[in-house]
């Protein structure tokens, strides 16, 4: 009975291997963004609390796929590709990163705290932009494109007071997956070091 039972577990095994391996592979990537990719950010002018709301997306933003756009403004993904988590998401962390690493005490949505002032950005795009008509497989390497609107929102009367946008853009190294995922990741730390030293020069935050 006990070989009976674990010939029927290798049976069931080899059966899930089979199925699973008929589904296609599709790789996730993470948003590798750090400082050393930008220039040198500002230094926080502040030790107030911010609190950095939801992110929001433009429509088609707010997904997982790893976004491209043709000439003619056509949106495509990359095929079997996806990253591990939402954009707005990825986003979210890697601001809070950049925030912290230029000195600011800066909060997720979720916290529990009461702080003065509110953190809203708006992803405008998130993708990389082909130049050149054609197959993408053997097309000119893309340019990775990152838009973020900015709005520092005083939270007492919910009044902005400072609004800005900030973007990067960096251009693949080659035409390949991994490689416009790196320069998606280049271009958001360049996009970030701006809203840091943006958010450095705002004045209220300095009184």
Not at 76 to 98: F, K, Y
Request: proline share 5%; charged share 20%.
């Amino acid at each position: 009975m006990r070989l009976a039972i674990i010939s029927l577990t290798l049976l069931l095994g080899g059966c899930a291997s089979t199925f699973d391996s008929e589904l296609p592979a599709v790789d996730e990537y993470t948003l590798n963004t750090t400082s050393n990719r930008a220039e040198s950010a500002a230094t926080a002018p502040t030790s107030v609390p911010i609190q950095l709301m939801q992110i929001e997306a433009a429509p088609g933003y707010d997904t997982r796929r790893i976004l491209v756009t043709h000439p003619d403004g056509r949106v495509d993904v990359l095929a079997d590709a996806r990253w591990v988590g939402s954009i707005p998401r990825l986003l979210e962390v890697a601001t809070l990163d950049q925030l912290r690493a230029a000195g600011f005490d800066a909060h997720p949505n979720s916290a529990a705290l009461v702080s003065p002032y509110s953190l809203r950005i708006t992803i405008r795009r998130f993708d990389a932009e082909y130049a050149t008509s054609g197959d993408p497989g053997r097309a000119a390497a893309p340019t990775a494109r990152v838009v973020l609107d900015v709005t520092l929102i005083r939270r007492r009367d919910r009044l902005p007071m400072a609004t800005w946008m900030v973007s990067g853009a960096a251009v693949a190294t080659e035409n390949r997956r991994a490689m416009i995922v790196s320069a998606l990741g280049s271009a958001t730390s360049v996009a970030l070091t701006g809203l840091v030293n943006e958010l450095s020069a705002v004045t209220v935050l300095k009184q």
